[in-house]
């Protein structure tokens, strides 16, 4: 069966300081990995997505950067944090190749509290 | 579409009646549809989907109804508990994409005693 692991769970780092999420999914191969924020009380966001090894999308303008550098590993970065990217952080996968099934499956998330 | 920004909206049900949790979505052209529960700080969990050729389909205490004519999808929960309590969210595949989804806002269910 297919699981996705993501860590750490809680996080609190200072202004300034760099970021590293890590995400990892297992069961799989190929899969579609995603980066969500989530903001206390809101909706998400789609923040990168990627269908490949090196393959990245991003869907908003930020303080963030994604990686894959495996297939099955999908990172989230910062060189130097904001107070407003404290928030949720939500990683899902989902098949390449749907064949008319989209659906995804989330990991734990992190909680980063920017200080 | 997504409605990230907002504040999610609430419904309150009392324990043992039945919730309904609305959605609207945005394309004609989508044709799948899937519910998630999300529980206070945990990821979001799929509850049901269904496909546009389908107007109602069953799960275990749950009822997605689909109507095209209006791009409305409803989830139904019987006999609400506790464990219901839960930010509900609907998404929609994305036009042009084998694999994005567009989300709503979400629901906040509040389940009172």
């Known amino acids: 069966s297919q699981t996705i692991h993501q860590w750490p769970a809680t996080l609190v780092q200072p202004v300034g300081s760099p970021l590293s999420l890590e995400c990892t999914v297992e069961?799989?191969?190929?899969?579609?990995l995603y980066w969500y924020r989530q903001a206390a009380g809101r909706g998400l966001q789609l923040l990168f997505y990627?269908?490949?090894?090196?393959?990245i999308s991003s869907e908003v303008p930020q303080n963030l950067s994604a990686s894959r550098p495996q297939d099955r590993q999908f990172i989230l970065s910062s060189k130097k944090l904001l107070l407003s990217d404290s928030g949720f952080y939500l990683c899902?996968?989902?098949?390449?190749?749907?064949?008319?099934?989209?659906?995804?499956?989330f990991g734990s998330g992190t909680r980063l509290t920017v200080v | 579409g997504e409605s990230v920004g907002l504040h999610l909206p609430t419904l309150s049900v009392q324990e043992g009646d039945n919730s309904i949790i609305n959605c609207a979505y945005s394309n004609s052209a989508s044709d799948y549809f899937i519910w998630y529960k999300q529980e206070s700080g945990k990821g979001p969990q799929f509850i049901i989907d269904?496909?546009?050729n389908m107007d109602k389909r069953q799960g275990q205490r749950v009822t997605v109804l689909l109507n095209k004519t209006v791009k409305h999808l409803s989830l139904q929960i019987a006999a609400t508990q506790p464990g219901d309590s839960a930010v509900y969210f609907c998404?929609?595949?994305?036009?042009?994409?084998?694999?994005?989804?567009?989300w709503g806002a979400g629901t906040k269910l509040i389940i009172k005693p």
């Open positions: 269904i496909r546009s």
């Open positions: 899902a996968w989902s098949k390449r190749f749907t064949g008319g099934d989209y659906g995804y499956t």
């Open positions: 069961g799989t191969s190929n899969p579609n």
């Open positions: 998404a929609e595949n994305k036009a042009d994409s084998n694999y994005q989804l567009i």
């Open positions: 990627s269908v490949g090894i090196g393959q």
